[in-house]
């Protein structure tokens, strides 16, 4: 190869080396709950949302805004769920836009004075009913990497053509709840939504059993929750409890008839461990080769455990040491970390076309809007599939230039290389005498 060919061929390397470090890959947010998994949850930041009317009426389109904040910064990006009724709408020149799983940033969007402003579109349906707006958010330091960020989400309630009534999360799903959870809005007069219950009043939300109303038994808990314990309950069987952890293991020994506690029995069956108090029923597992809890089960969930994705294993006894990860598998587009290398279908593997749409036809990135749900929902966007993390670091065309600049490096080599072999060819023979 003639010189000129080695130094454009040289100059195509040094580009690629130089190119490659720019490289960013989701220009377009990913379709993602929570950026904690990629982000970390060891910074968090405020998000606020605000509408543009205080009353919404069926089949009406209310604007919200959404601010990201965080003392110094930069960028910052956001997806918000399809709440699976109603429309959501990306509004133009707003940095969002529509997938088949809801709104997402179509790139990181510069802050101004500590805060990132989002604003968006949503068209409730034509019946009166409630919707719950799902937004995640991270404020980031466009530093390029997932260190530093900030991640927040919020879930923002919404009426539409009725008077509004606060439900209350009821984690024992016995129709009541309590305050120990943030509560939702929802229509007055309709059933809840699902997980919640009109009342706050639940005294123990962890028991299905105990609840305003529920039957006094006799078990030594204010099971109507009405500040009194066993009054006028029936007395119950107790049997022998030698270690005195509060159940006991078999109908043996002497029997006695009251309410506990009573020092010495116990009216709670199913102690595998008659002896030692530590271990019955509800207690914590913890890693010493002996069912804790139980139920039948040795160390579950507690072994040290080793490998990413799936090939994350568990020790077969206490110690790390012990734990051997599964074998890798080729990497495909479904989800999984299947070459178990701590990420989840890489970029190059879920390939999709930056902005393209349903069917591969490109949207609008500004000027227009787009709406996710119902029938609108058909034509908008395209869901992300590469779950590699949420970072929301400016992508850009890097890999597709790189290659750009390699083929026209190259051909300029070989274009440069054949005029030289020409001219040596046309010129006269040197004298060598």
């Known amino acids: 190869m003639p010189r000129y060919g080695y130094v454009l061929a040289a100059l195509a390397i040094a580009l690629g080396i130089s190119s490659t470090r720019v490289a960013s890959a989701h220009r377009n947010g990913i379709v993602a709950r929570g950026c904690e998994p990629c982000h970390g949850d060891t910074l968090t930041s405020d998000i606020g949302v605000t509408a543009d009317r205080m009353n919404i009426t069926p089949g009406e389109t209310a604007t919200f805004t959404v601010s990201i904040r965080r003392p110094g910064v ?6 918000i769920a399809d709440p699976g009724v109603g429309n959501l709408i990306a509004l133009g020149g ?14 990181p969007k510069p802050a101004a004075s500590d805060a990132v402003v989002f ?5 409730s349906p034509l ?23 900030a991640p927040s989400r919020l879930v923002f309630p919404v009426v539409y053509g009725c008077s509004a009534q606060s439900y209350y999360f009821d984690a024992d799903g016995d129709g009541f709840g309590a305050r120990d959870f943030a509560s939702t809005l929802g229509c007055a007069g309709q059933p809840p939504p699902i997980g919640y219950a009109p009342t706050d009043n639940d005294c123990d939300d962890s028991h299905d059993s105990v609840h305003p109303g529920a039957a006094e038994q006799c078990n030594g808990r204010d099971d109507n929750c009405d500040g009194q314990i066993d009054e006028g309950a029936s007395p119950v069987e107790m049997w022998p409890d030698t270690d005195g952890d509060g159940y006991y293991g078999a109908k043996s020994g002497s029997m006695m008839l009251g309410c506990p506690p009573l020092t010495g029995y116990a009216a709670e069956p199913g102690d595998c461990a008659a002896r030692d108090a530590a271990r019955h029923p509800g207690a914590l597992e913890v890693c010493n080769f002996l069912d804790d809890n139980c139920d039948g089960k040795l160390d579950e969930g507690v072994r040290p455990q080793c ?4 090939c994350r ?5 206490c110690l790390n040491e012990d734990c051997v990860p599964g074998t890798p598998s080729v990497e495909l587009c479904n989800g999984l970390d299947d070459d178990c290398d701590g990420v989840v279908d890489q970029p190059s593997v879920c390939a999709m076309p930056m902005g ?7 949207s609008a990135a500004g000027g227009s809007q787009h709406s996710v749900g119902g029938a609108m929902g058909d034509a908008a966007g395209v869901t992300r599939q590469d779950a590699e993390g949420c970072t929301i670091t400016r992508g850009s065309s890097v890999r597709h230039r790189f290659w750009w600049w390699v083929a026209v490096v190259a051909w300029g080599g070989v274009f440069v290389g054949r005029i030289a072999r020409r001219r040596r060819q046309a010129s006269p023979p ?4």
């Open 74 to 79: 930069s960028v910052g990006g956001l997806f």
């Open 94 to 107: 707003e940095g969002l836009q529509a997938n088949t799983s809801g709104l997402t940033h179509t790139a």
């Open 307 to 310: 490998g990413e994705g799936l």
């Open 356 to 362: 393209a749409g349903a069917g591969g036809t490109p």
């Open 119 to 123: 604003r968006f579109a949503w068209r």
């Open 127 to 149: 019946s009166p009913g409630a919707a719950r707006l799902e937004l995640y958010a991270l404020a980031a330091n466009n530093n390029g990497q997932p260190t530093g960020d």
């Open 430 to 433: 040197r004298d060598t005498a």
């Open 313 to 317: 294993r568990s020790s077969v006894s």
